[in-house]
């Protein structure tokens, strides 16, 4: 009875050393933290706040959320992408298959790493936003942006993981950027969509960055009048899509 009772503890302490070593991990590599970590908020200071102050803490509140998605969007395509395929490239996926551990660990670890990164990005931008940027939101409405953007890190991380199972350790940044950066811009995450011409304002929707982005704009008061479920329903569909193609390419 005592083996059977102590089997959940043994499993949950499996997943909380490979979420901590995860962590540790990544933060101890300055190639991923440091731009991890720096790029939302230096971006949003230097663009939400000084380039447009004109527009006030309107603007950026506004650029608020479009930075947040950024910052959680990169963890997230990295944090799975790069060391996925680093990973896979090394022998690291066939070791830990072999070794007795929960199956779901590898996967819940990075995961809570890319939770935890994008936690410390949502702090440092909320500590811009309120501190230098004038930025007013009720209580209610920052923990419904930090709810919306760390649940917004499952469809980022299927699609990193997926890119992961394409390319090798050394292709992976190559290819991320290749996808995160363009997202970004044409998802209205660093400047508002209208300002942009009216051909990339209608591909817009067919980026994942766009509808979390219109999310987290949505729950801080800036509604651009699609519904919240549309958003919610195309997130969803590309977690559980890119999750399985990664799947699949994974048991291969």
């Known amino acids: 009875m005592d083996t059977i009772a102590a089997v959940p503890f043994s499993s949950r302490r ?4 490979e979420a901590r070593y995860e962590f540790l991990r990544l933060l101890r590599t ?14 949003y200071l230097l663009f939400g706040v000084l380039l447009g102050g004109k527009g006030g803490p309107a603007a950026a509140t506004y650029l608020l959320a479009g930075y947040s998605v950024f910052g959680v969007m990169g ?6 992408g790069v060391t996925v395929a680093m990973d ?14 929960p199956p779901g660990a ?18 440092l931008l909320a500590v811009l936003a309120i501190g230098v940027a004038g930025v007013r939101l009720s209580a209610l409405q920052w923990l419904a942006l930090v709810a919306t953007c760390l649940v917004g890190v499952l469809p980022f991380s299927a699609l990193g993981l997926w890119l992961g199972t394409l390319v090798s350790g050394r292709g992976a940044p190559a ?40 999310i987290a704009q949505q729950v801080i008061g800036v509604d651009a009048g699609r519904p919240l479920l549309l958003h ?4 969803a569909a590309i977690t559980v ?10 048991l291969r």
């Open 14 to 17: 499996a997943y909380l050393l």
């Open 30 to 43: 300055p190639s991923f933290s440091l731009p991890c970590l720096l790029f939302p908020p230096v971006f």
């Open 75 to 80: 963890v997230a395509l990295f944090g799975f």
């Open 88 to 101: 896979r490239e090394q022998g690291l996926l066939t070791l830990k298959r072999a070794q007795p551990m």
């Open 106 to 123: 590898y996967l819940v670890a990075k995961m809570a790493m890319a939770a935890l990164f994008a936690a410390i990005i949502l702090a």
């Open 175 to 214: 290819l991320i950027n290749l996808i995160y950066l363009p997202m970004a811009f044409l998802s209205g995450l660093w400047v508002p969509l209208n300002m942009l011409p009216a051909v990339l304002q209608s591909i817009a929707p067919a980026w994942p960055a766009y509808h979390l982005a219109q």
């Open 232 to 235: 919610v329903a195309v997130l």
């Open 241 to 250: 899509v890119f999750f399985l193609l990664a799947r699949r390419r994974l």
